[in-house]
């Protein structure tokens, strides 16, 4: 079981949530149930979202341009909402990844100077 | 919007799909159905709260926000009467006015005649270079040839000349009516449908002159019948011939000019047409033009052998786009209504400035606020909105009371414009239309926001922290401080400017009313009669009028009277006749030709028109040599220097060329003074008079001179002429002044609005003024009390508000007089034979305003000198 810390950090950094919904919607387009199974299963169950939270997140993706909805078919031949990338939302992924990478890289540095280092 | 609302009708579902599937999950996981149904909802989280969240990504945050602002900027206003009152009164005067301006601006130069694609139209006018354009007429073999020859319209029709008739329907009173005679195509060319029955075509007009058949007016239908189709096939008279009704135009329809209403459409064929004709897709005006000025060349050539050509050729052919109707009532009006948009563009700039003055004060006022707002966290951007808010609520309001105001405005001005002449006789609908309305939002929300952007801008600047702790008393920069003056010197400047202009303009008016007419207009009363049913006749009908003459000289007031066709400004055409005189060698293309009038003995005394030699005629004269009075340019041109009396002078009818033919010359026996047969701007029209009497051309217009009040009297002529000649009708009577002022309706227009526009630019730079030294003094509250405690007396308290007026005042005044001479090319421009300005209206604006001014600082620095210093320390 996460801590709740780690819930509410997750929510509190803007555009994490966004990026994640990105680089899930990478490998396919799919429904809102399997972006938050996904997101939990590849960070091993360490970043669990809330998951009522994706909706307010998926919809500002949306208004922005960066994903797409539409109707389709699920594994079990039900109608459901798929969410998928489209090309502005695939450059913002490479923008926003190579963002959190400086950011990432930058904080490691400071907490781990000696690591870093060796 | 669609999408927005498709969003939010999607979410709902995509929800439940979502809790199901988690649900489905936790019972694989093994838990009973219920609790996986718990479970996946508190993993999910509040779905309300989160479809809430979702649903504000799609909504209108802005929209609420200005609800909100829009709310609270109503509450301000509530709290602040008086303010909101003259703020909104101020800003419905200027938006009012501009509204009215443009209505008639609008109807007159851009509206749309209703008929088919009014922008193919073309209106054929003809100019011979240095003189005004005209409209025709045309000849009928100038039509043919057009008509047949041009390759550039897809039709070309004609219309008459104004008429006015007298229409009549049995059992009722004649009345008198716009008539257009129109040529057989004119409706098919307009592409009109007819409201009922049929329009004329060309078969409805015969060889030879009275198709007998006419079209009326929905609103003729409307006001005689009802709008009952038996209205088809009646008869009616026109000018006395019975003619057969068979259709009525179309409701939106009344004919090519704007604000002539026309009731009656005749059908003819004759010489005397104003050409309209609708362009070929794809030509251009200029193109056509070009075509047609060749065409006209050639036929000229080919018609008008020896010296009549000479003049023709120097006729170019000019063609007007006619779907806002034809020019003639522009060219009458338009810039005129130009001058005025342009005043009243510069009464609703003052009325900004006045208002950015006052929201200037109130947001000094409410600095505090503001910086509470501020410090708790309000964007500037919200602060800007909110002021923005306010002021286009503001104007918004105005606006409102405006349009009220501008309908009523419209009415007045209207009625100065109707009354001009019968034959320019203008009525203006100024009807709701959606331009109209756009320009009136426009300006509306253009002021709000041009007001608002001061204040707003000032709001932004307020910064929290020292605001919060002063009570408000010396917060401005020292930009602020003469933003705010520079704001009342510019309305000073404004009104000095618009105050100026009403002076030139009244000023006009007055020199174009006491003009050097030739002619005296005060004091008389014109009266027509219509001898035309009564079957007298010519011979018996002079006895008539002699004895009618002698009589009305018996009424008390009346010092002369007489009997003329004519009257100087009505018109008195120019003829088709010339001039020889013996001794008078001219080429023929020179020959002028001259107003011809026959006139009764007293005639001159009447009108005042001077005999500067030799003498009247006189009822002696019938039965003898034939006698002639002409006038001052008459004799210039004949006889340059020497005396006319006792000359001779024939009158010849062109092109007949026989001169001293059989036309008997005529003895002259007076030389009168020029005067204005037509207009006021025109020169000097030469003019030969003709004993009436000895004529026997009998005319029917009766001119009395009084020494009363000549309206007053109009009455008791009537009754005394009604006595004499009972079967007579009188037709109309008016006094000489009126007629003079019905042909200077531009200048009348243009004074009257430009006074009491004047009027208002100095009553708001009064109330500017007014609210920025009150608002002064009521900030300086503590300096005059502690200058007061210090030993100033009230004299240099007072000084030091009214020096503070002055300044303002002076700044005002210069950057005013700068506006003026910078004004006044364009006035010059736009006002026919304007007087170069003088330092006259000048001064006299400067004085006015200076009034005004002194009369606004008096309450605020008497306000001064009660400062208490005790209180005001107090407050500190």
Same mark, same amino acid.
């Not at chain 2, 809430?52 to 609420?64: D, F, G, H, P």
């Not at chain 2, 909104?88 to 301006?101: K, P, W, Y």
């Not at chain 2, 947001?363 to 909110?386: D, H, P, W, Y």
């Given at each position: 079981?996460?801590?709740?810390?780690?819930?509410?950090?997750?929510?509190?950094?803007?555009?994490?949530?966004?990026?994640?919904?990105?680089?899930?919607?990478?490998?396919?387009?799919?429904?809102?149930?399997?972006?938050?199974?996904?997101?939990?299963?590849?960070?091993?169950?360490?970043?669990?979202?809330?998951?009522?939270?994706?909706?307010?997140?998926?919809?500002?993706?949306?208004?922005?341009?960066?994903?797409?909805?539409?109707?389709?078919?699920?594994?079990? &031949?039900?109608?459901?909402?798929?969410?998928?990338?489209?090309? #502005?939302?695939?450059?913002?992924?490479?923008?926003?990844?190579?963002?959190?990478?400086?950011?990432?890289?930058?904080?490691?540095?400071?907490?781990?100077?000696?690591?870093?280092?060796? | 919007?669609?999408?927005?609302?498709?969003?939010?009708?999607?979410?709902?579902?995509?929800?439940?799909?979502?809790?199901?599937?988690?649900?489905?999950?936790?019972?694989?996981?093994?838990?009973?159905? %219920?609790?996986?149904?718990?479970?996946?909802?508190?993993?999910?989280?509040?779905?309300?709260?989160?479809?809430?969240?979702?649903?504000?990504?799609?909504?209108?945050?802005?929209?609420?926000?200005?609800?909100?602002?829009?709310?609270?900027?109503?509450?301000?206003?509530?709290?602040?009467?008086?303010?909101?009152?003259?703020?909104?009164?101020?800003?419905?005067?200027?938006?009012?006015?501009? !509204?009215? =301006?443009?209505?008639?601006?609008?109807?007159?130069?851009?509206?749309?005649?209703?008929?088919?694609?009014? %922008?193919?139209?073309?209106?054929?006018?003809?100019?011979?270079?240095?003189?005004?354009?005209?409209?025709? +007429?045309?000849?009928?073999?100038?039509?043919?040839?057009?008509?047949?020859? &041009?390759?550039?319209?897809?039709?070309?029709?004609?219309?008459?000349?104004? &008429?006015? *008739?007298?229409?009549?329907?049995?059992? @009722?009173?004649?009345?008198?009516?716009?008539?257009?005679?129109?040529?057989?195509?004119?409706?098919?060319?307009?592409?009109?449908?007819?409201?009922?029955?049929?329009?004329?075509?060309?078969?409805?007009?015969?060889?030879?002159?009275?198709?007998? $058949?006419?079209?009326?007016?929905?609103?003729?239908?409307?006001?005689?019948?009802?709008?009952?189709?038996?209205?088809?096939?009646?008869?009616?008279?026109?000018?006395?011939?019975?003619?057969?009704?068979?259709?009525?135009?179309?409701?939106?329809?009344?004919? +090519?000019?704007?604000?002539?209403?026309?009731?009656?459409?005749?059908?003819?064929?004759?010489?005397?047409?104003?050409?309209?004709?609708?362009?070929?897709?794809?030509?251009?005006?200029?193109?056509?033009?070009?075509?047609?000025?060749?065409?006209?060349?050639?036929?000229?050539?080919?018609?008008?052998?020896?010296?009549?050509?000479?003049?023709?050729?120097?006729?170019?052919?000019?063609?007007?786009?006619?779907?806002?109707?034809?020019?003639?009532?522009?060219?009458?009006?338009?810039?005129?209504?130009?001058?005025?948009?342009?005043?009243?563009?510069?009464?609703?700039?003052?009325?900004?400035?006045?208002?950015?003055?006052?929201?200037?004060?109130?947001?000094?006022?409410?600095?505090?606020?503001?910086?509470? #707002?501020?410090?708790? /966290?309000?964007?500037?951007?919200?602060?800007?909105?909110?002021?923005?808010?306010?002021?286009?609520?503001?104007?918004?309001?105005?606006?409102?009371?405006?349009?009220?105001?501008?309908?009523?405005?419209?009415? $007045?001005?209207?009625?100065?414009?109707?009354?001009?002449?019968?034959?320019?006789?203008?009525?203006?609908? *100024?009807?709701?239309?959606?331009?109209?309305?756009?320009?009136?939002?426009?300006?509306?929300?253009? !002021?709000?926001?041009?007001?608002?952007?001061?204040?707003?801008?000032?709001?932004?600047?307020?910064?929290?922290?020292?605001?919060?702790?002063?009570?408000?008393?010396?917060?401005?920069?020292?930009?602020?401080?003469?933003?705010?003056?520079?704001?009342? @010197?510019?309305?000073?400047?404004?009104?000095?400017?618009?105050?100026? /202009?009403?002076?030139?303009?009244?000023?006009?008016?007055?020199?174009?009313?006491?003009?050097?007419?030739?002619?005296?207009?005060?004091? =008389?009363?014109?009266?027509?009669?219509?001898?035309?049913?009564?079957?007298?006749?010519?011979?018996?009908?002079?006895?008539?009028?002699?004895?009618?003459?002698?009589?009305?000289?018996?009424?008390?007031?009346?010092?002369?009277?007489?009997?003329?066709?004519?009257?100087?400004?009505?018109?008195?055409?120019?003829?088709?006749?010339?001039?020889?005189?013996?001794?008078?060698?001219?080429?023929?293309?020179? #020959?002028?030709?001259?107003?011809?009038?026959?006139?009764?003995?007293?005639?001159?005394?009447?009108?005042?028109?001077?005999?500067?030699?030799?003498?009247?005629?006189?009822?002696?004269?019938?039965?003898?040599?034939?006698?002639?009075?002409?006038?001052?340019?008459?004799?210039?041109?004949?006889?340059?220097?020497?005396? +006319?009396?006792?000359?001779?002078?024939?009158?010849?009818?062109? +092109?007949?060329?026989?001169?001293? /033919?059989?036309?008997?010359?005529?003895?002259?026996? /007076?030389?009168?003074?020029?005067?204005?047969?037509?207009?006021?701007?025109?020169?000097?029209?030469?003019?030969?008079?003709?004993?009436?009497?000895?004529?026997?051309?009998?005319?029917?217009?009766?001119?009395?001179?009084?020494?009363?009040?000549?309206?007053?009297?109009?009455?008791?002529?009537?009754? =005394?002429?009604?006595?004499?000649?009972?079967?007579?009708?009188?037709?109309?009577?008016?006094?000489?002044?009126?007629?003079?002022?019905?042909?200077?309706?531009?200048?009348?227009?243009?004074?009257?609005?430009?006074?009491?526009?004047?009027?208002?630019? @100095?009553?708001? @730079?009064?109330?500017?003024?007014?609210?920025?030294?009150?608002?002064?003094?009521?900030?300086?509250?503590?300096?005059?009390?502690?200058?007061?405690?210090?030993?100033?007396?009230?004299?240099?308290?007072?000084?030091?508000?009214?020096?503070?007026?002055?300044?303002?005042?002076?700044?005002?005044? $210069? =950057?005013?007089?700068?506006?003026?001479?910078?004004?006044?090319?364009?006035?010059?421009?736009?006002?026919?034979?304007?007087?170069?300005?003088?330092?006259?209206?000048?001064?006299?604006?400067?004085?006015?305003?200076?009034?005004?001014?002194?009369?606004?600082?008096?309450?605020?620095?008497?306000?001064?000198?009660?400062?208490?210093?005790? $209180?005001?320390?107090?407050?500190?």
């Amino acid at each position: 079981m996460s801590t709740k810390e780690q819930r509410e950090h997750i929510e509190l950094l803007q555009g994490t949530l966004d990026l994640l919904i990105l680089r899930t919607l990478l490998l396919g387009p799919t429904h809102g149930h399997a972006i938050a199974k996904a997101i939990e299963f590849r960070s091993e169950d360490v970043l669990q979202v809330e998951q009522g939270s994706l909706y307010p997140a998926l919809h500002r993706l949306i208004k922005r341009g960066w994903i797409a909805v539409q109707d389709g078919t699920s594994e079990n &031949n039900r109608r459901a909402k798929f969410y998928r990338l489209t090309a #502005r939302g695939r450059r913002q992924l490479e923008v926003e990844t190579s963002k959190w990478d400086k950011l990432a890289g930058a904080i490691a540095r400071i907490l781990r100077p000696a690591e870093t280092e060796s | 919007m669609s999408r927005r609302k498709r969003m939010m009708d999607d979410i709902d579902q995509d929800i439940r799909d979502f809790i199901e599937r988690e649900t489905r999950d936790n019972i694989e996981r093994g838990m009973p159905p %219920e609790e996986a149904h718990y479970a996946a909802l508190r993993r999910f989280g509040n779905v309300t709260r989160i479809k809430e969240e979702t649903w504000e990504m799609w909504s209108l945050v802005w929209l609420e926000q200005l609800c909100q602002d829009v709310r609270y900027g109503l509450r301000q206003f509530r709290r602040n009467p008086g303010f909101t009152a003259v703020a909104v009164l101020t800003l419905a005067l200027g938006i009012g006015a501009n !509204t009215a =301006v443009f209505s008639l601006f609008y109807t007159v130069m851009l509206h749309k005649l209703s008929v088919a694609r009014p %922008e193919e139209l073309v209106e054929f006018l003809y100019k011979y270079p240095g003189q005004p354009r005209s409209d025709g +007429p045309w000849k009928w073999g100038e039509y043919e040839n057009i008509r047949d020859h &041009n390759h550039v319209f897809s039709a070309l029709t004609g219309t008459g000349f104004d &008429n006015l *008739a007298r229409v009549r329907i049995d059992g @009722a009173e004649p009345e008198t009516l716009i008539l257009e005679s129109v040529l057989g195509n004119y409706f098919e060319v307009l592409g009109l449908k007819p409201s009922i029955g049929r329009l004329t075509t060309p078969q409805d007009v015969p060889a030879s002159g009275d198709a007998g $058949v006419v079209v009326v007016s929905w609103d003729y239908w409307n006001r005689w019948f009802h709008c009952d189709p038996a209205i088809l096939g009646k008869r009616i008279l026109v000018n006395g011939n019975p003619e057969t009704i068979v259709g009525v135009a179309p409701r939106p329809y009344t004919g +090519p000019r704007v604000g002539n209403r026309t009731d009656v459409w005749e059908p003819y064929q004759k010489d005397a047409v104003r050409m309209l004709a609708r362009l070929k897709p794809g030509v251009t005006r200029r193109q056509a033009e070009a075509e047609i000025n060749v065409l006209y060349q050639s036929w000229v050539d080919q018609n008008n052998p020896g010296h009549e050509s000479t003049r023709l050729r120097q006729k170019r052919v000019e063609l007007e786009p006619a779907g806002a109707g034809l020019a003639r009532v522009r060219d009458l009006y338009g810039k005129s209504l130009v001058l005025l948009l342009a005043v009243v563009g510069f009464l609703l700039l003052l009325a900004c400035f006045n208002m950015a003055g006052m929201l200037l004060a109130r947001s000094a006022a409410r600095q505090r606020e503001l910086a509470v #707002r501020v410090g708790l /966290g309000a964007s500037r951007g919200r602060l800007v909105c909110q002021m923005l808010t306010e002021s286009v609520l503001l104007s918004g309001a105005g606006t409102l009371l405006g349009v009220l105001l501008a309908y009523f405005g419209t009415g $007045v001005l209207v009625h100065i414009m109707a009354s001009t002449q019968a034959h320019q006789h203008v009525e203006i609908q *100024a009807k709701p239309d959606l331009n109209l309305l756009l320009f009136t939002v426009g300006i509306a929300l253009v !002021t709000g926001l041009l007001f608002g952007v001061a204040p707003a801008w000032y709001a932004v600047r307020s910064s929290p922290g020292p605001m919060m702790r002063r009570t408000g008393t010396a917060g401005d920069t020292w930009f602020w401080h003469w933003f705010g003056r520079g704001l009342v @010197a510019a309305q000073v400047a404004l009104s000095v400017f618009l105050v100026t /202009g009403t002076a030139v303009f009244l000023n006009h008016l007055s020199r174009m009313r006491n003009f050097d007419l030739g002619f005296r207009s005060d004091h =008389v009363l014109l009266v027509t009669i219509d001898p035309s049913d009564t079957g007298y006749k010519p011979e018996k009908l002079a006895v008539v009028y002699q004895q009618l003459l002698a009589r009305l000289k018996t009424i008390p007031g009346v010092r002369s009277a007489s009997i003329s066709g004519c009257t100087p400004i009505e018109g008195c055409g120019s003829g088709s006749r010339f001039l020889i005189a013996e001794g008078h060698v001219e080429a023929p293309e020179q #020959r002028q030709r001259p107003a011809i009038s026959f006139v009764s003995p007293e005639y001159f005394e009447t009108l005042g028109i001077p005999l500067l030699a030799g003498h009247d005629f006189s009822l002696r004269d019938v039965g003898r040599p034939r006698v002639a009075i002409i006038s001052n340019a008459v004799a210039r041109h004949f006889f340059p220097g020497v005396n +006319p009396i006792g000359r001779h002078i024939t009158v010849v009818y062109d +092109p007949q060329p026989s001169p001293f /033919g059989d036309a008997q010359p005529y003895e002259i026996i /007076g030389l009168a003074g020029d005067v204005k047969p037509w207009e006021l701007h025109d020169s000097p029209y030469p003019t030969i008079y003709f004993n009436m009497f000895q004529e026997n051309h009998l005319d029917d217009e009766f001119d009395l001179r009084t020494s009363t009040d000549p309206a007053a009297m109009a009455g008791t002529v009537r009754r =005394v002429m009604g006595d004499f000649l009972k079967s007579v009708p009188v037709t109309r009577v008016k006094t000489l002044s009126e007629q003079v002022d019905s042909d200077i309706v531009p200048e009348r227009l243009v004074a009257t609005l430009s006074e009491f526009f004047g009027v208002l630019g @100095a009553a708001l @730079a009064g109330i500017g003024l007014y609210g920025l030294l009150a608002y002064n003094v009521a900030r300086r509250t503590n300096e005059i009390g502690v200058r007061m405690a210090l030993g100033a007396t009230t004299g240099d308290i007072s000084r030091l508000v009214l020096g503070d007026a002055a300044g303002m005042l002076c700044a005002g005044f $210069v =950057v005013g007089a700068c506006l003026v001479f910078w004004g006044r090319p364009l006035a010059a421009s736009l006002v026919l034979d304007l007087k170069p300005v003088s330092a006259g209206p000048l001064a006299s604006a400067g004085i006015a305003i200076a009034a005004v001014a002194l009369l606004t600082s008096f309450v605020p620095a008497r306000r001064a000198t009660r400062v208490d210093p005790m $209180v005001a320390l107090r407050c500190e």
